[in-house]
């Protein structure tokens, strides 16, 4: 079965530390990747799509990686703000999967003043 | 800006009642989703639609049906609703390509009591 898992489930930083999100994914053959955050009870925004041709895409403060090898996709955020408190969420489009996304469980981040 | 609606943010329906959740989207994307979401479980697509009158089930179809009779407008229906229907549900579009990304509604938070 193919599987996105994202470690760790929670995180708590200081305000301006750098961090990373890690997503593993469990099959090589995949169309893209994306990262999104959540606000509590609220839908999901998309912050950055990788296409497997990419290495890495950049918006602002945010910096996301794919590894399509190793299965591995990593979002850097550079100089957290209490602003990036939300639930990060990894998804991958399989390729024998069309245009269904597989989720990982997300991040919980929490940025402290 | 892509717009996607759902009819409600918030719905509270009885066991056994037939209940619609509405999602229209203003880009004319040829794709949309329907998930739910819950805490320990993520994201699980029920079903997707990749034209008018088409659609594909996804991994928890069961107790859902749906329906796309215009382009813009995917509604899901639980014929009748069961306490462990109680959930988020977010809807979805994009467009056919599978390298493109997916856009999300708000969500709307279902209580079956």
Redesign the interface.
């Known amino acids: 079965k193919q599987e996105v898992t994202q470690i760790p489930a929670a995180l708590s930083v200081p305000e301006g530390e750098n961090l990373v999100l890690n997503c593993s994914f469990t099959d090589s053959a995949i169309?893209?990747l994306?990262w999104?955050r959540q606000d509590p009870?609220?839908?999901?925004?998309?912050l950055l799509?990788i296409?497997s041709s990419q290495r890495e895409q950049t918006s602002g403060r945010l910096n996301a990686s794919l590894d399509k090898s190793s299965g591995r996709s990593t979002l850097y955020i550079a100089a957290s703000q209490p602003g990036d408190s939300a639930t990060y969420?990894c998804?991958v489009?399989y390729n024998n999967a069309?245009?269904?996304?597989t989720?990982?469980?997300?991040t919980r981040l929490m940025v402290k003043p | 800006d892509v717009k996607v609606t759902q009819s409600s943010r918030y719905l509270v329906k009885r066991t056994g009642e037939k209940v619609f959740l509405e999602c229209v989207q203003d880009m004319d994307h040829e794709n949309m989703f329907w998930y739910r979401q819950d805490p320990g479980l993520g994201l699980r697509l029920i079903y997707f639609s990749y034209d008018v009158k088409m659609k594909e089930k996804g991994d928890i179809p069961e107790g859902y049906s749906v329906s796309r009779e215009k382009k813009e407008r995917f509604s899901l229906i639980l014929e009748s609703a069961s306490t462990n229907q109680t959930s988020m549900y977010l809807c979805a579009s994009s467009l056919v390509g599978a390298t493109d990304t997916q856009y999300f509604g708000p969500g709307t938070r279902l209580t079956v009591l």
């Open positions: 169309y893209n994306q999104f009870g609220k839908g999901l925004t998309s799509l296409q969420l998804a489009n069309g245009n269904m996304l989720f990982g469980g997300g």
